[in-house]
């Protein structure tokens, strides 16, 4: 599929006469077209596009090469266009972080199958960011900003970082008013990657960093929870992973206005132009599922 999608974006280049152009076409950066432009010279080993400051040229073998591709990438439309008239089927490979997907994603996924009979799923659940080739994904849910890449971005709404107690051990140890006041409190501290023991915040104050000397240190976010629940200590965790707990008052959200700026909740997927029908209505279909969803706020 990666190498179709070369193809396409050394056809939308010479059809809009820019590689600004085909990123516009294509929904994606400058750069990330001129680097796939690159990769597909550097595999047939030739040069198809001279470049000047002023404008592009197609040379020779770029145009021998165009005509194939324009054969190449019209005979998977049309056999794309002839499964669309009839049921979907096929396999749908998802990719989601492990508590959101288990909570949110595999719910939803069950749900598109039931409606499509000759589709099978599978769900990978894993707080990386998987390489969605190397990885044979369909779709992936990020949770995150998305750093410049060649997969194409479809952002569906958003959640925040939150701190939050258990009533039980706020009317033991106090409420903290600021984020300075966390020094004094006792900390359950969850994080699944290496880095500093530190919480950022924003606000109307400004940026704001506290050192933490954690009572408790975890690995995953469930244990995080437990412990906040159990009247442990304070704890931070994404928005969603404690819906539940917030509105149903276990735990009591605190220092909401210093949380840091939302993070995007975003599907992605390796290629826009070549996206197998299955993947196309899947993806229409979770976006709209996401978007009423009360755990993930709408963009914007």
Known sequence: MDRLDELAVFLAVLETGSLAGAARRLRRSAPVVTRTLAALEARVGVRLVERTTRRLSVTEAGRRLAEEARRITSAYEAAVAREENGPLRGHLRVSAPLVFGGRHIAPILNRFLDAHPQVTGELVLNDRNLDLVEEGLDVAVRIAVLADSA??????????????????????????ARPEDLAGHE????????????????????????????RLMVNAIEPAVAAALAGRGITRVLSYQVAD???????????????????????????????PPRVRTFLDFLTGE???????????
Request: aromatic share 4%; glycine share 8%; no cysteine.
């Open 245 to 275: 707990e917030v509105a149903d008052g276990r735990l009591v959200r605190l220092l909401r206005d210093r949380e840091p700026a939302p993070i995007p909740v975003q599907l992605v997927t390796p290629s826009a132009r070549l996206t």
């Open 290 to 300: 996401l978007q009423r969803l009360p755990v993930v706020r709408p963009a914007g």
């Open 151 to 176: 997969l194409v971005a479809r952002r569906v709404g958003e959640v925040r970082r939150v701190v939050v107690a258990a009533p039980e051990y706020l009317a033991r140890r106090g409420t903290p």
């Open 187 to 214: 900390i359950v501290y969850a994080s699944t990657q290496p880095g500093p023991t530190e919480w950022r915040f924003e606000g109307a104050d400004g940026p704001a960093t506290v050192r933490l000397r954690p």
